[in-house]
């Protein structure tokens, strides 16, 4: 199955290999620059949780604002729910209580059943592709529509034929001798993911479909959530691959990784901790115990170190963010398109509450460097705020905050 899905990620983009591999824009048939990294441009919430309509707009680096229970993290959550369908992840591990997002006061229709709607736009080499979906909640979890489509032109639909059945109808644009390709898709999948084994690819048209998904599943996958737990972030841990986790709690072991191997991002990362924590920080490094573990050390210069638990969790949390950000996906858990050039990636961080137990000058110094990461496309970032951060962030340039307050 691996080799059909590397033989179709071929086919989608192998004719956009060189020119994305190299940097540059890829022109549209209209003369206009495409950018060469697909990447998430729009998030659309129709009908999910507290969200009727809401489109939020998704440049490099975006901060979600608004008061208490306007949405902020669940908007956060619709991003990641994309993320996990695109990478094939079925729809009740996704959902896990998927009542919980259909909105409040939505009536069920003639046969019971109420659901949710989300969608997304992405731009990249294949022009904006738009990915819409619907989900069915009660009385039973399933996708019951789904479109993708590029510039108005429908390249997939599925729709619920029969609710008696655990399946979908999907039909995808082909044109050859046979318009359009019928076929039934499970019903707790994203077609969408599915595309890529299921199209030849010997036709203009099937080369578009392909095109269109694969964009649409490479900038969904190539996300990271990012939810630093500064408690446990102090823990000596084993040496592993030194790849961060979500929670950040094997600091140790990913500092232990990028001392010895990554001497100038690791030295940068120090200059940041130094600038963000109380007190002079020289270094970073890790103090290798008798049962092998290794345990996360800052030197405060005149041979003196202390354990990283001795600082606070603004200062663990902040250090955890700039880790992130200045490492980037070699350094992460994260499983974006494998069969895909790194140069064709842009790794999406989503991190609720960015400015939690953060003072001011911690949340200006990040908001500094965030931008400063995510201005060459490599990186973007999608994060909430409380009100003192998005009134720090409307002046870093490049930083944008969406209100979300009604």
């Known amino acids: 199955m691996r080799a059909e899905r590397f033989a179709a990620h071929r086919r989608a983009y192998g004719p956009l290999m060189t020119v994305i591999s190299s940097g540059r824009t890829v022109p549209s048939p209209s003369g206009a620059a495409r950018p060469a990294r697909p990447f998430v441009g729009e998030l659309r919430l129709d009908a999910f949780a507290s969200h009727r309509r809401t489109v939020i707009p998704l440049g490099p680096l975006t901060l979600l604002a608004g008061a208490s229970g306007s949405g902020k993290s669940t908007a956060l959550r619709a ?219 800052t030197s405060r210069g005149a041979d003196r170190s202390t354990p990283v638990g001795r600082l606070g969790d603004g200062e663990l949390r902040y250090l955890a963010f700039a880790l992130v950000l200045l490492t980037g996906p070699h350094a992460l858990v994260v499983d974006p398109a494998a069969e895909v050039p790194s140069a064709m990636q842009a790794l999406t961080v989503l991190a609720d509450g960015l400015d939690r137990s953060l003072d001011v000058r911690q949340t200006a110094q990040l908001l500094a460097l965030a931008a400063s990461v995510c201005a060459d496309g490599r990186m973007r970032l999608l994060g909430t705020v409380g009100e003192a951060a998005a009134a720090a962030a409307r002046g870093v340039e490049g930083a944008a905050v969406v209100d979300l307050t009604p």
């Open 79 to 297: 991003y990641d729910a994309l993320a996990r369908l695109a990478a094939g992840d079925p729809l009740e591990e996704v959902f896990p209580d998927p009542v919980a997002w259909v909105p409040e006061r939505a009536g069920a229709d003639e046969q019971g059943r109420r659901g949710f709607r989300l969608g997304c736009t992405v731009e990249g080499p294949a022009g904006p592709v738009r990915l819409d979906l619907a989900v069915q909640a009660d009385p039973e979890l399933r996708i019951v529509g789904e479109r993708l489509a590029d510039c108005g032109e429908t390249l997939l639909s599925t729709a619920l034929r029969d609710p008696r059945r655990s399946h979908v109808q999907a039909a995808w644009h082909t044109a050859g001798s046979v318009p359009v390709t019928r076929a039934p898709f499970p019903d707790d999948r994203l077609g969408t993911a599915l595309l890529p084994l299921r199209v030849a690819g010997t036709t203009d048209g099937q080369l578009r479909v392909l095109a269109a998904a694969e964009q649409v599943v490479v900038a969904l996958r190539s996300a990271f959530v990012c939810d630093p737990r500064p408690r446990r972030m102090c823990a000596a841990v084993p040496v592993g691959e030194g790849r961060l986790t979500s929670s950040c709690d094997n600091l140790a072991d990913v500092l232990h990784r990028t001392h010895s191997r990554c001497a100038q991002r690791h030295a940068r990362l120090v200059a940041v901790a130094d600038a963000g924590c109380s007190g002079r920080v020289t270094g970073l490094t890790v103090e290798r115990l008798a049962d092998g573990t290794v345990q996360a050390l």
